[in-house]
Each structure stands twice: as C-alpha cells, then as structure tokens.
C-alpha cells in the first residue's frame, strides 16, 4: 500500500493543484489546538516566506487526507514512511511558485468568478442551490472565516488558470500510443534457472579465526545504541473530553450541517464474495481452466453447500478467513460488473459469475440496509462523543502547555500530573528506533528524548491520542558488546555472505557457458539443475510469475526477445540468482486495441498533461530562489 502511495503521490499533489478534491482537502478541520510555532517561516520562495503555521495547517490537512484514502490506518510509521513533513513543504512550494507565475502572467480571478464557483460547489447547495446559510455553517464547523475561504478558493481557481494553459497545448498521437500499447501489451514467456543461496549454505566454512577477525574490524558496528530513560507526563485526550459539556444547540447545529451527508444512509447490501483469481498475462487456456473452476465452486453453492465454507476452501480474496463476509457496500462502491450484480440480488440469492479484471466473483447477498437518514435522537450520543473528543484534545494541548510553563519554572512533574489526577510515568531504557511501552510508535518523542538534556522539560509533543511532556533521567552510552555474547550471531552472517559469493561464483560460470551456448535448458541437464518456464506475462506486468521481483530492473525491462534470447547479466532477489533465456513471445491483440483505443488515448493524454505540469513545476523550481529554513530540517 505505502509503494503505491509513494508511486501515486505525484498525480494526486497534480489533482490537488487541479481541484478535484481540493475542496474536500481545504475543509478538513484541523482541531483546536494551536500552540505559537516556534518558526516564524519554514521558507521562502523568490522572496516570500512561507509561515510555520501555513506549514502546519497545510500538514495537517495533509495527513486527514492520507488518513481518509487509507481507511483509518495510518500510523506513524506511515506517516515516517512517506514524509509526509516533506511533502507537505513541496507542496506549499509548488502552490507558490504556481501563484507568483500566474501573477506574473497577468492572470486573475474576479469576483464574479469566486463567487460564481463557489455557488456550484455542491456541499454549499440545498435543493440544489447555494445556500448562504449552509455555506457559514459549514465553514464554521471547519474553525474557517469566509475571507480565509475564499483566498484560498481563490488562489485555486488563479492556479487552475495556469494549468489549463499549460495542458491545453498537450496531445498525443495515434502511433504513439499504438507504439506504446504494442510494447506494455506483448505477452513473453521465459526459461529461468534458480540459484538459492541457501542451496550454498553447507559449503560455506568459516574458521574462529575469521569471526575473531571480523569482531575485531567492526566492533564499532557492533555498538550497541545510545539508550535513554525518560518519566512523561501524558494528556490523554478522552481524560480531559471527560470533562467537557455539550450544549443541546451545539448538537442540533453540527446535524442539520451533515444530516444530508454524513448521517444520510444510501442503500447498502451486505455480501459473501468468492474470488477465483486471473494473473495478468494468463493464456485463454489457463483463463478458461479458471473459469470451469468457478462454475463448479459455484454449482456446489446453489446446491446448498455452506458458501462460508466454500469460500474459506477456494476463495482467492483475503475475506476467505471470513468465510468471504466483506460486510456493507453502498451502491457504486464497487466495480460496475459486481455492483450490478450485487445490487439486483434477493436476500439469500447467490448470483452468476461475475467477470472483471481480477478474476471470477460469486456473491452471495446476507442482507439489505434501506436507502435513510438517521435521526438526531439516534445520533446525538455520536455528536456528543466526537464534540467531546474534539474539545478534550483542545483541553489536553491547553493543559499541557500550562504545565510545560510550570515546569520549567521549577514545578514537580509529579505535582503536575497529580493536580489532572493523572500519573508520572517512567520509562524502562530504549534506543532511538525502539517503541517507548505505553506510548507507542511516536518518533516525535524519540527524538525529543534523545535531543534533550539530563533534566530538561520537552516541548509539548503531540501523539494520536495524548500530548507529552518528558524529561530525560538518565543515558547509557553505546558500548561494544563481548565477543561470546555475539559469536553464533556472526558466524551466521558470514556463512550467510559467504553462500552467497559461492552462489554469485557458479552463476557466473554458468552464464559464460549460456552466452556460448544458447541453450538453458541443455545447460541444466548437463549441470543437474532444474531450468522452469514463468508461463505467459506482458512485459509491463510488475512482477514475473514464478520469480516475483528482481533487484536490477523490473520484468518489463529485461531486454529479451527472439533476435535477443540471452541476457548478458545475472539477475538477484534477496539471496537467490536467476538465469534467464527467451522461449517464445506473442504479439500485442491489434482487435483489443481498435476496440480500447478511445480509452487508451484517453490514458495517455491524461499521463501525458501529469508529466508536462510536473516539468512545468521543475523548471520553475530550477529558475526559482527556494530557501529552506535549517531549523525546520533539523526539527524534520
């Protein structure tokens, strides 16, 4: 999920430019806690700085987007993972130097134009026209003035101009994207001989000597990290929602805003799903094989047999664990062939095959929900509880704040938890990288551990689901450990290396005899080893059946062909090493392409325009003077 992500980000930062769901991504609350920056600028752009509290706002927002397209589960890892913090300053970046070209070039917004576009935005609209009334409402739901609103609709609309202009001049042509269906769509079907370092493992020796020596060479390597012990101060968010009141009004007013939204239920059928899988590049045979699969799967259900059952037994989907149960779906959340079938089910009905890109479906529909608005009396008690929740993390910064002032004038940590009625905690020794217990995985706090010094009061540091403080009591520092203690360790790893080498050694003996040859299957008779065939795949496809993916370059890049049958390389993956040799290759469907051509286009153009912008944005940034403030990349 996070490789696709990290793949995808430059066209949603391209959509977000664009407006698709900026609107969505500009209304997202930030909670109430905001605390001065300790920056007044992260950077400056061509002269204009880029405040600490735009930067905040703008990451922030940035991780309730990433939140909402990962379904809830972005944890910090994630958020480490994917830079979330560098992101967001890029974007801002972008936004800028966007805004200052669009200036530059005489481009504007009216205010007929704001206005206008923001009376066709849907969320601002009952019965189908804008309603001022809802407008503010809305607005202050999201702690957001007009005025702010509309500078930044507006600087998106400014924005929106440029693009336009810049993808206007963008096309492609027919052979172009004929040249490129021809090279993703040729399906090839290679030999491969494995070489499995562990295959190795056996002959690899190594002598007390070799350990001694390697302890001896990398002891520093072998340090152990700096640990640190901390006590903290949490600020539980629900500790201080307790203690929050709600007011009739305030529920009443936060349901009339999202009664037609958020509390509105469309008609949603919950459903058991059997999937038997099609691989890309899979034949018509193999296809077909697959599909008389799914037809008896699927005569064992109507005949009666437990579908929950059948579905554990054959379903290729990961709801097999749950017997296929994949819970409610809202009409259009699915793929068109399966919300089409879904949706025309009787309560206990299973239905035909369904055919899609993934493979063969059978749904089996467990129950209907009815298109309807939930009530306030139903609820309310979810109104009040995420009220509460938002003020209780609005108190927990308040409070924390106060206390990091007291402390730091000399009050006792532990006077300080006692007065919220809350405990001081201390925690066992850990190292930078590892999960503090009881607060979880949070680098913020890491780092302020391991920034600090003996006895001084963090900053406030903000977690999921509570503020800190921490003083750090004591440090270890790193220290070599006995060689007893890590012998077995490093034998292993230099058995390990060393299979390896032997493996490298006699693959590269076998491919001089394979260049010669050309014959890889001869090649492993007369060496004892096993030569495979991956079956079909099309050379764009992100893996290879049968091997999966390579370290030195993805499957479609490997240059083999009937004119081209021998690589000149071997190839690794993790502690194997392959041998590959071209047995066949069919062309691309020309049919399927006058069918898709249309579409194909389509998809081209619309890669096409993501790339040109993403030039258009490097340029500037080459002609720009882009500062980027120290402090913030230490704090990052």
Do not use: C
Not at 402 to 415: C, F, N, V, Y
Not at 451 to 459: A, Q, T, W, Y
Not at 592 to 615: H, I, N, P, Y
Request: charged share 30%; no cysteine.
């Amino acid at each position: 999920m996070l490789d696709f992500l990290r793949k995808r980000r430059r066209s949603w930062v391209i959509v977000l430019f664009l407006g698709a769901i900026v609107f969505v991504f500009l209304l997202w609350g930030v909670g109430g806690d905001w605390r001065q920056p300790q920056l007044a600028s992260v950077a400056e752009v061509n002269g204009e700085d880029i405040s600490a509290q735009e930067f905040k706002l703008h990451y922030v927002r940035l991780i309730e987007f990433y939140r909402d397209l990962m379904r809830g589960a972005l944890t910090e890892q994630a958020i480490k993972a994917l830079n979330l913090k560098k992101v967001a300053l890029e974007e801002l970046i972008h936004r800028r130097l966007l805004l200052q070209e669009a200036h530059r070039l005489g481009l504007g917004v009216s205010d007929e134009e704001l206005t206008g576009a923001i009376a066709r935005l849907p969320e601002f609209q009952m019965a189908g026209r804008f309603s001022r009334e809802r407008y503010l409402q809305l607005l202050r739901s999201r702690n957001l003035a007009p005025a702010q609103f509309e500078m930044e609709e507006k600087s998106r609309l400014t924005i929106k101009k440029l693009l336009d202009i810049v993808q206007d001049s963008v096309h492609v042509t027919e052979a172009e994207v004929r040249d490129r269906y021809r090279w993703e769509q040729e399906r090839i079907n290679l030999y491969f001989l494995r070489l499995s370092a562990k295959e190795f493992i056996s002959r690899a020796e190594v002598s007390a000597e070799e350990i001694e020596g390697y302890y001896e060479k990398n002891r520093e390597a072998l340090k152990g990290p700096l640990r640190v012990q901390v006590e903290y101060l949490s600020y539980p968010f629900a500790h201080f929602a307790s203690r929050v009141q709600v007011s009739q009004k305030e529920i009443e007013e936060l349901y009339k805003i999202h009664r037609e939204t958020r509390f509105h239920q469309p008609r949603a059928v919950r459903l058991r799903h059997i999937l038997l899988r099609i691989p890309a590049g899979t034949d018509i045979q193999q296809r077909e094989a697959a599909r008389l699969r799914a037809e008896r799967v699927l005569q064992e259900a109507r005949a009666g047999k437990d579908f929950a059952q059948l579905a554990r037994d054959h379903s290729e989907d990961p709801s097999a664990a749950q017997g296929g149960d994949v819970g409610f779906f809202n009409q259009g959340q699915m793929l068109p062939p399966l919300d089409k079938a879904a949706f025309g089910l009787r309560k206990g009905e299973i239905s035909s095959l369904v055919e899609t890109s993934l493979g063969y479906h059978i749904l089996k529909l467990e129950e209907t929900r009815q298109e309807r608005t939930r009530g306030l009396p139903e609820v309310a008690p979810e109104i009040t509880r995420q009220l509460r929740e938002e003020r209780g993390r609005v108190e927990a910064g308040k409070a924390a704040d106060q206390d990091r002032g007291k402390a730091i004038s000399g009050t006792d940590l532990s006077r300080l938890a006692g007065e919220w009625g809350l405990g001081l905690v201390l925690s066992p020794f850990f190292a930078l990288s590892e999960v503090v217990q009881g607060v979880g995985p949070l680098e913020e706090f890491n780092k302020a551990a391991f920034s600090l010094p003996l006895g001084e009061i963090s900053p406030v540091i903000e977690g999921p689901r509570a503020y800190y403080l921490l003083r750090v009591k004591q440090r270890r520092e790193p220290s070599v450990p006995g060689l007893d203690s890590v012998r077995s360790s490093l034998e292993k790893a230099l058995r390990e290396k060393k299979a390896i080498e032997l493996a490298t050694q006699k693959a590269n003996i076998l491919l001089k005899e394979l260049v010669k040859e050309k014959d890889l299957k001869g090649l492993g008779r007369r060496h004892g080893l096993k030569v495979e065939e991956t079956g079909w795949f099309l050379r764009n496809a992100s893996q290879i059946p049968r091997v999966g993916i390579l370290q030195e370059i993805r499957p479609g890049g490997i240059p083999l062909s009937s004119w081209q049958p021998i690589p000149d390389q071997i190839f690794t993956q993790k502690d194997a090493l392959y041998l590959f040799a071209f047995k066949d290759g069919q062309g691309a469907d020309k049919a399927r392409f006058e069918k898709e051509q249309g579409r194909l286009m389509e998809q081209a153009l619309s890669e096409k325009r993501e790339k040109t912008v993403q030039r258009f944005l490097d340029s500037l940034k080459v002609r720009a003077r882009i500062q980027i403030r120290p402090e913030f990349l230490e704090e990052s």
